[in-house]
């Protein structure tokens, strides 16, 4: 099975830029379909971006502009470029891997919620302060 580990999670001010990493397991990893999600406490999940093996990215509309979802199958890693930072960013981030073959349709409709019928990481915090 596919492991997922976040990384780069940490407490930053205001305008303040993270960079998040997880590291993806799994020899097959050019098979999956990596999603970036937060979840703040009292909060819904929410999908915050999403990559394709073929490059290939979503982004919620709150965080666009100002994310970047990006990969590097080298070293099976998927980074998540945070900029201009945000108090409503605090969240738990967690990543996902869901195997292509699970997705039914086109990738611009691609329902995030399909992750979590995937594997999930732990889990890194971040945390921005006024």
């Known amino acids: 099975q596919v492991v997922l580990v976040e990384s780069g999670g940490d407490s930053v001010q205001s305008g303040g830029s993270l960079r998040l990493s997880c590291a993806v397991s799994?020899?097959?990893?050019?098979?999956?379909?990596i999603g970036w999600f937060r979840q703040a406490p009292g909060k819904a999940r929410e999908g915050v971006a999403a990559?394709?093996?073929?490059?290939?990215?979503r982004y919620a509309t709150s965080v666009m502009g100002r994310f970047t979802i990006s990969q590097d199958n080298a070293k099976g890693t998927v980074f998540l470029q945070m900029n201009n930072l945000k108090p409503e960013d605090t969240a738990m981030y967690y990543c996902?891997?869901?195997?292509?073959?699970?997705?039914?349709?086109?990738?611009?409709?691609?329902?995030?919620?399909?992750?979590?019928?995937?594997?999930w990481g732990q889990g890194t915090q971040v945390t921005v302060s006024s």
């Open positions: 996902a891997a869901l195997e292509s073959a699970r997705v039914p349709g086109p990738w611009a409709t691609l329902d995030l919620g399909l992750f979590n019928l995937g594997h």
């Open positions: 799994e020899h097959s990893y050019s098979s999956y379909y």
């Open positions: 990559i394709a093996d073929d490059g290939r990215t």
